[in-house]
């Protein structure tokens, strides 16, 4: 399989207005999710993923007020002209395509041992529903952080280890890629 490093470049404003007519601008907005929601839209089920907002990157070398782009870097399965192929219609203004880019990621000999840092938020699905919600049909259930849904399976009183948690997160997700040959040696 072939893997693309994808630079896409979001406009602000048709993020801002992709967000008003979502109703997702609210105080406790995650920049994050906002834009998880926009690519979503735009690209369906082959939204590039994982991703990472530049900005999340490096805080201190952003200025909210200047209005401008998001850059947003991601892994997908082909090339940035395939998906301003595939984009949604009506949401594909979002994406400046002028300054949106990618390259094809290097194969690895196999065998070969590599280290990376990962930004990721480990989420499991809770059986517990949500607040409101009766527990019927699609919905049911949330997602919580893994190391808070550890937690309240350990018990009150009992121990956990967040880096413990957090790296059988890592080793189930990478599993469930299914990736011939991948695996975790250490989390640290």
Known sequence: MELHLVKLTLGSRELLAFGRTQNLLHRELD????????????????????????????????DPASGASQVVLAYAATPIAALDAIADPVHRGIVDWRRSASRPVPMLDP?????????VMPTVRSRAARPGHDGSGRGHGREVDAFIAACAAAGDGVPVDRDAVYGEWLERAVARAGEAGV??????
Do not use: D
């Open 111 to 119: 065998g070969r041992v590599v280290g990376f840092v990962s930004r």
């Open 183 to 188: 695996r975790v040696e250490s989390v640290a």
């Open 31 to 62: 920049q994050g999710y906002l834009v998880h929601a926009a690519l979503r839209a735009i690209f369906g089920s082959k939204t590039p993923m994982p991703f990472v907002v530049e900005a999340a990157l490096e805080p201190a070398r952003v």
